[in-house]
Nanobody
Framework: QVQLVESGGGLVQAGGSLKLSCAAS????????MGWFRQAPGKEREFVSV????????LYADSVKGRFTISRDNAKNTMYLQMNSLKPEDTAVYYC?????????????????WGQGTQVTVSL
């Protein structure tokens, strides 16, 4: 069992930065691929980024590539998403998720555990 809690969301102007954190409980957390997803009002949940169990590999959605950086600190049971050059279209609720089966899953239905989400709002 893994429990996930996101933090770090907020209101920021376009061009600004935010760093999201996902704190995980459970001693087997490092056995999970970890991902970030987001969901804007009226839209489906979409993949943002994923990082492998040890953290050596990662994938990004085209829409955030070059602006967002995913990382994890297994000693602290925490995953991060550094978001730079934010755009209004990045406004969404951001969720972290854990996948026991795959290291680099990109589909939300592949993930077993989810956090409650943290709101990110980017203004013009």
């Amino acid at each position: 069992q893994v429990q996930l809690v996101e933090s770090g969301g907020g209101l920021v102007q376009a061009g600004g930065s935010l760093k999201l954190s996902c704190a995980a409980s459970g001693r087997t957390w490092r056995n999970y691929g970890m991902g970030w997803f987001r969901q804007a009002p009226g839209k489906e949940r979409e993949f943002v980024s994923v990082i492998s169990r040890i953290g050596g590999r990662s994938l990004y959605a085209d829409s955030v590539k070059g602006r967002f950086t995913i990382s994890r600190d297994n000693a602290k049971n925490t995953m991060y998403l550094q978001m730079n050059s934010l755009k209004p279209e990045d406004t969404a609720v951001y969720y972290c998720a854990a996948d026991r089966t795959r290291e680099l899953g990109v589909s939300f239905d592949e993930y077993e555990y989810w956090g409650q989400g943290t709101q990110v709002t980017v203004s013009l």
